[in-house]
């Protein structure tokens, strides 16, 4: 309310010097201050209730996550774009990130299917692929088990294309072909070697 009467104010003593300026005598130094205006010489003002055009703001489409971390016990790592975190009930896991799991770690990650994947100790596992459209319920699932093991609970996306959903390891591809499997790959010292 201040900030208003501040401003009426000041108006007011804009207007009313701008009157006196006119008022004085022709001889009188240059005031800085512009004489008043009549009504009919300003410009008619914007109405307020009228709103401003406002540019339209293209849209941000975010990519959708291809799941969540349920839990995250012990030792365990999500490395994006070779940056190692801490993941914690919560965390997205996208794809192409990697799990990592040291002797004391595990963790469940849920995807946007319903597919569960439990990794366990001393695991490395990539999301090489993984797209879902729940319209259609089509897309496509690839993991890379690099070593170590991992449970896999399938979702949506294997019961209907289970052709599109593949565990690599690096001596075989596991085809899916029933609804909960596990599945492991011998350590891998050069594996581990090369993470950040």
Known sequence: M???A???TAAGLLAAA??????????????????ATSASDATPATPLSSPLPVPPVPAVVMPLRSGTFKAAEGDVAVIRARVRS???PGTALDEGD?????????????LRDGTVLTVGPNAVVDLSRFSFEPTTQR???LVNLMEGSIRVVTGLLARINPELFKV???????????TD???EAAPNPDVRKALP
């Open 2 to 4: 201040r900030c208003v």
């Open 6 to 8: 501040a401003l009426v």
């Open 18 to 35: 701008g009157a006196l300026a006119q008022t004085t005598a022709p001889t009188a130094a240059p005031s800085a201050i512009p004489p």
């Open 86 to 88: 801490r993941p914690v």
């Open 98 to 110: 990697r799990i990592v799991t040291g002797e004391s770690g595990s963790a469940v990650v849920t």
């Open 139 to 141: 897309g496509q699932f």
């Open 168 to 178: 690599h390891t690096p001596t075989s591809v596991v085809g899916v072909r029933g």
């Open 181 to 183: 499997f596990i599945v």
